[in-house]
């Protein structure tokens, strides 16, 4: 076995603990780099990927995975994890047969399913014994109702019409979604998508489920009635899932709702596999948060650290410098590198008055009242975190919020209300960050992303001095190097970091997230925060944001939000 | 209408407005258009959604009638039958009934087809190649989807401060970024889910041509070709 890399395990794991013997109880075996044995260890039902050397350059230069080698045994549910771009989720397309198809080149090794080249499957009987679940449920249907849609699946695997009936029957029977069967699928809950999804993998009869991040849109609840399905599909039909994802809580359990479904956990890092075999809730798992994975004991922010505080917030992998437009370079703020006795306050900051405030706000969508009599105040220098589950009116409120939506009732933000300000004046009053950064951009460069914003905000002596500060936002952003590029070419944490920082720059009183850490690893996210804490507890910005994520919420929130039914309720 | 055969609908009414292309009579096009009514209020379309597709189109018929009441190039064209002595209302309301009467047909067949239906059908009848097929399926579900993104882009540059108006290509750009990303990662998931290359499917919806599909097929435009020559 070749060894590897120190990797943060507290308990001496590296190339002694990694061996094909460890699989033998953790369902996953072997390791990194081009030694990788255990990829014919495993039965002849297994999958394995094999010395594996994968760019997503035509020429195969940068590669994603470099003399890679991984075995995956059967019936076991196992969940990879790491940080972001460590090339989980390249491997598990290549594991489908989707890459090098789709993308990118495969310049050396194999992939194979019990000794079958899996590339070399066709589609149609691929599918039968390799499924696979997407991160965004909106992008996976071809077809408009869950009934059609798992006809379709079964049509393509020639399954005969007889048949087809009792296998649909079954399938929705399983995800209990059979209420779901002719609702049109544009009309579903993210939660309710992905279950659809889970059902024509059951219907498929896939022998292994491959999962992209297959929570990262849903709310807790629907997440964990997932893996809770997927745990029995391992234990009651023998299925194989290898579940790719950055949070581990509702695979391993983290409270008496959410029961342990995994059998094992593999870690990877930069360059390959860093630990397998993982058994959940062992001693090895505390060494997971320094690979960027977020586990159930693990909090976002030291419990010593209140709400608000820089010290709350050290990532404990580099993460970028965020500096914002117009602040004095002396007060640059430095939220990764500085170590914890440099935050600027440990103590909780002081409440300060109300500056923004929602009287008896309803809002309709689609003609539909979906929020009434809505009342809350915030604070200057406050975090104030909306929770929900799906579809129950987060972003309709912070959309109404940052004047998106029409409203019934009041809503002022810095003292003005929002239905009254002038739309090019509404912005240096109210930020709003989407969800999904790719939402924000509105230029075809890195660098005009940012300089949009500060022509917008104005107040610079010339343009020669609006590039200079647009060069030090993003150099503090870690994103100068990429200026001339796509801001669609980016990473996803890239993608977030620019959003943020071209938001920053108008230097509004009231920022509104909407999910701000969705499908972060724990590095990213911890330094996302980090930094808007570091301006709500400083420049006294007011933070409202929407999250599924309770621990984020309870990690860094001053006052925390349930909107449930309609109504906003204090937590 | 919502029973019969999508496919032999489609042909039925297209071979109807075919046949009354060939016809110069007001009368004909206007009583192609009553009937196309009848129909769908038999069929029992939704009011509102005639109403979207019929409406655009009784506004442009409206200005072709007059454009064609003056400036009608000969002022004794047509002005043959009893009902019309004013030729430059005949040349009007040919036109504009005309118009009228195509838009009828269209309304009728969409409203009272479901489009997957339809395309299912060609696929099993007429062997429309199942890529072709799905692929017109998918892309079709795309468009309330890009109606919501085309929203959330311009709230996103009014959150930047930004102009931008109704058609603008700043708009156009992100969505179209979107757009290939949309189209590759439905490509990926049809193929996880075994739709290949090969066209070894099974079908679970029958689609046949019965006697009543057929009838109507042939009868349609027969009638219209009676009815033509009758008026005209």
């Given amino acids: ?571 | 209408m919502r029973r019969l055969n999508p496919v032999c609908k489609f042909f039925g009414i297209l071979a109807t407005a075919v046949v009354l292309s060939l016809f110069y009579v007001p009368m004909l096009n206007l009583g192609v258009f009553a009937a196309c009514l009848l129909a769908a209020a038999c069929s029992r379309v939704p009011l509102r959604h005639a109403c979207a597709i019929l409406l655009p189109a009784l506004l442009i018929a409206v200005g072709m009638f007059f454009s064609a009441y003056h400036f009608s190039a000969d002022t004794a064209m047509g002005a043959h039958s009893g009902m019309f002595t004013d030729a430059r209302v005949w040349n009007g309301l040919l036109l504009a009934g005309r118009l009228m009467g195509f838009a009828g047909l269209g309304m009728l067949f969409t409203l009272t087809t479901n489009q997957i239906d339809f395309i299912r059908a060609l696929n099993t009848q007429l062997k429309l190649p199942a890529r072709f097929a799905y692929g017109i399926i998918a892309a079709w579900g795309m468009f309330p989807r890009m109606a919501r993104e085309y929203s959330k882009t311009r709230s996103s540059f009014r959150a930047r401060g930004l102009r931008a108006g109704f058609v603008s290509p700043a708009l156009l750009l992100p969505l179209l970024v979107k757009s290939v990303r949309w189209s590759e990662s439905m490509a990926v998931a049809m193929e996880s889910k075994g739709f290949g290359e090969t066209d070894t499917r099974s079908h679970y919806y029958e689609f046949r041509a019965k006697a009543a599909d057929i009838a109507f097929a042939v009868l349609a435009p027969a009638a219209v070709v009676m009815a033509g020559v009758w008026l005209g």
Avoid at chain 1, 99 to 111: D, E, H, I, Q, R
Avoid at chain 1, 237 to 253: C, E, M, N, P, Q
Avoid at chain 1, 365 to 387: E, F, N, Q, T
Avoid at chain 1, 500 to 529: G, H, I, K, N, W
């Fill in chain 1, 1 to 571: 076995m070749s060894s590897c890399p120190n990797n943060g395990f507290s308990d001496g794991v590296g190339a002694g603990a990694i061996d094909a013997g460890s699989g033998s109880s953790g369902g996953c075996r072997d390791n990194v780099g081009a030694g990788g044995g255990g990829a014919d260890a495993v039965d002849g039902a297994g999958l394995s990927l094999a010395k594996v050397a994968f760019s997503y350059h035509m020429d195969g230069e940068q590669p994603a995975l470099s003399g890679f080698s991984v075995s995956f045994a059967p019936r076991e549910l196992t969940v990879v994890t790491g940080a972001s771009g460590c090339g989980k989720s390249t491997m598990l397309y290549l594991a489908a047969g989707i890459y090098p198809k789709y993308a990118g080149s495969l310049t050396s090794g194999t992939v194979r399913l019990g000794g079958e080249d899996v590339a070399g499957i066709p589609p149609e009987r691929r599918a039968a014994l390799i499924g696979m679940m997407f991160q965004n449920p909106d992008l996976q249907f071809c077809m408009d109702t869950a009934e059609s849609e798992l006809i379709f699946c079964l049509e393509n695997i020639s399954i005969e019409r007889g048949e087809i009936d009792a296998r649909v029957e079954d399938a929705l029977e399983f995800c209990g979604i059979g209420h779901l069967r002719r609702r049109r699928l544009d009309t579903l809950s993210g939660g309710e998508k992905q279950k659809v999804a889970l059902a024509c993998l059951v219907a498929l009869d896939s022998q292994w489920l491959l999962l992209d991040e297959p929570f990262a849109n849903i709310d807790a609840a629907s997440a964990s009635e997932l893996a809770s399905r997927l745990g029995r599909l391992v234990r009651e039909r023998g299925k194989s899932v290898i579940a790719v994802d950055h949070k581990l809580d509702v695979w391993i359990g983290a409270d008496e709702q959410r029961p342990c479904v995994a059998n094992s956990i593999t870690v990877f890092g930069k360059g390959g596999i860093m630990k397998t075999g993982i058994r959940p809730h062992s001693a090895e798992m505390n060494g997971l948060p320094a690979q960027g994975v977020d586990i159930p004991a693990e909090r976002y922010r030291p419990p010593d650290a209140p709400a608000g505080t820089v010290a709350a917030h050290m990532p404990t992998a580099p993460a970028p410098t965020f500096v914002i437009a117009g602040s004095d370079p002396q007060s640059t703020r430095d939220v990764a590198a500085a170590p914890a006795h440099t935050a600027a306050s440990t103590t909780p900051a002081p409440a300060r008055e109300t500056f923004h405030r929602l009287d008896d706000v309803g809002v309709d969508a689609g003609g539909v009242p979906v929020l009434s009599g809505l009342c809350a105040s915030m604070g200057a220098g406050r975090i104030h975190a909306v929770l929900g589950a799906s579809g129950s009116g987060k972003s309709t409120l912070l959309e109404a919020i940052c004047g998106f939506r029409p409203y019934r009732g009041s809503i002022r933000a810095a003292g003005g209300e929002v239905s009254r300000i002038p739309k090019r004046q509404l912005c240096r009053t109210v930020g709003f960050v989407f969800q999904n950064p790719q939402d924000q951009f509105v230029a075809s460069t890195v660098l005009g992303e940012v300089l949009t914003g500060m022509k917008a905000r104005g107040g610079f002596a010339g343009e020669a001095a609006c590039l200079a500060e647009a060069e030090r936002v993003l150099r503090g952003a870690g994103l100068w190097r990429y200026r001339m590029l796509s801001p669609y070419m980016l990473s996803q944490g890239e993608q977030r970091r620019l959003a943020l920082a071209a938001l920053l720059v108008y230097r509004c009183p009231l920022l509104v997230c909407d999910e701000p850490t969705y499908a972060q690893d724990l590095f990213s996210l911890r330094s996302v925060m980090g930094m808007l804490s570091e301006l709500v507890e400083n420049d006294g910005l007011t933070l409202l944001m929407s999250t599924h994520d309770e621990k984020l919420a309870r990690d860094y929130a001053h006052h925390i939000w349930r909107l449930d039914g309609g109504m906003l309720c204090e937590d």
